[in-house]
């Protein structure tokens, strides 16, 4: 050693570098809170409307399954039909019936999406305000 004293750092500076480093961790804890709620909320969008299309790919299928069973319907009995008449009979009364199925049917998938829509909205409006 050459009695030199060694070189200290100053009580304030070593103060104003915990403060610092102490207001980057409360920053960055801040930034990690806010990416987890981005994460969680976005994931709650995403599976909100996950779902809202897995029920409204449910009713299409089940309406596609009520519309094929009523052309079955229709084909056994123009099978059975004794005359030209009765054929026209059961055509006519297959549209009136189709046709009214459809309406409802477009009605209730219409209501569908504008619920998922309106799901979809409120989620990511919570996930907006909670940031």
């Given at each position: 050693?050459?009695?030199?004293t060694p070189y200290e750092v100053p009580t304030e500076m070593r103060e104003f570098a915990e403060k ?112």
């Amino acid at each position: 050693m050459d009695g030199k004293t060694p070189y200290e750092v100053p009580t304030e500076m070593r103060e104003f570098a915990e403060k610092s480093v102490d207001q980057a961790r409360k920053a960055f804890d801040g930034f990690i809170g806010a990416a987890h709620k981005a994460v969680d909320s976005a994931h709650g969008s995403a599976e909100s409307a996950r779902v809202s299309a897995q029920d409204a790919t449910r009713k299409a299928i089940g309406y596609a399954e009520a519309n094929v069973a009523a052309a079955f319907d229709l084909a056994q009995k123009l099978v059975r039909s004794r005359d030209v008449n009765e054929v026209l009979q059961h055509q006519s009364e297959f549209l009136k019936s189709q046709m009214a199925s459809f309406q409802t049917q477009l009605k209730e998938l219409g209501s569908a999406v504008q619920e998922a829509a309106a799901k979809t909205a409120e989620t990511a409006a919570k996930a907006t305000k909670t940031k």
